[in-house]
T-cell receptor
Framework: QQQVKQSPQSLIVQKGGIPIINCAYE??????FPWYQQFPGKGPALLIA?????SEKKEGRFTISFNKSAKQFSLHIMDSQPGDSATYFC?????????????FGQGTILTVHP | DGGITQSPKYLFRKEGQNVTLSCEQN?????MYWYRQDPGQGLRLIYY???????QKGDIAEGYSVSREKKESFPLTVTSAQKNPTAFYLC?????????????FGEGSRLTVL
């Protein structure tokens, strides 16, 4: 019940395409949903985050769509660039716990071809 | 520059040996975390500390130990009791005036058990 399921495992798009990464959860006690981006050999870095009272959040070319009733959320990358090639993780935090105590999805390796 | 410093970057250990991974931060953050990353499994929380001299077990604490004697430091010991210690270990911190929930990660330590 504490799992966050992420798909696809890997994704290849051409430059300018719009990759979409999906996450689903079961536990309705989750109340904070961040996405982290990780480049090879580096630690993850926060990309964008959303709370369940909002259906969409945009930051630059990155958008989170949130469907509370379906318990799903997704990351869209507009006008993708080769520099966006990285591993992306969705995550969730249980209400009332530390914001750093996250349950992560399995990760998606994104490759953007020039 | 402020950040998280993990050392060593690469470590090889023989079976039956304990090994300690260092994590230092100069961000003046109160909370620190240790995550383990395995291919296809995302990140899993080992231990976390929200304040000096206090720490809690995460989801996979068995075979690991930590200490938090100083605000800046949160070392992780991988003991011989950890059955499958080969992994990429990530330290993170959170806090500051904004306290947005963002985790700041180090660049990781890759442990290989021979």
């Amino acid at each position: 019940q504490q799992q966050v399921k992420q798909s696809p495992q890997s994704l290849i798009v051409q430059k300018g395409g719009i990759p979409i990464i999906n996450c689903a959860y079961e536990n309705t006690a989750f109340d904070y949903f961040p996405w982290y981006q990780q480049f090879p050999g580096k630690g993850p870095a926060l990309l964008i985050a959303i709370r369940p009272d909002v259906s969409e959040k945009k930051e630059g070319r990155f958008t989170i769509s949130f469907n509370k009733s379906a318990k799903q959320f997704s990351l869209h990358i507009m006008d993708s660039q080769p520099g966006d090639s990285a591993t992306y993780f969705c995550a969730a935090r249980m209400k009332g716990t530390s914001y750093g105590k996250l349950t992560f999805g399995q990760g998606t390796i994104l490759t953007v071809h020039p | 520059d402020g950040g998280i410093t993990q050392s060593p970057k690469y470590l090889f250990r023989k079976e039956g040996q304990n090994v300690t991974l260092s994590c230092e931060q100069n961000l003046n953050h109160d909370a620190m975390y240790w995550y383990r990353q395995d291919p296809g499994q995302g990140l899993r929380l080992i231990y976390y500390s929200q304040i000096v001299n206090d720490f809690q077990k995460g989801d996979i604490a068995e075979g690991y130990s930590v200490s938090r004697e100083k605000k800046e430091s949160f070392p992780l010991t991988v003991t011989s009791a950890q059955k499958n210690p080969t992994a990429f270990y990530l330290c993170a911190s959170r806090g500051g005036r904004a306290n947005t929930g963002e985790l700041f990660f180090g660049e990781g330590s890759r442990l290989t058990v021979l």
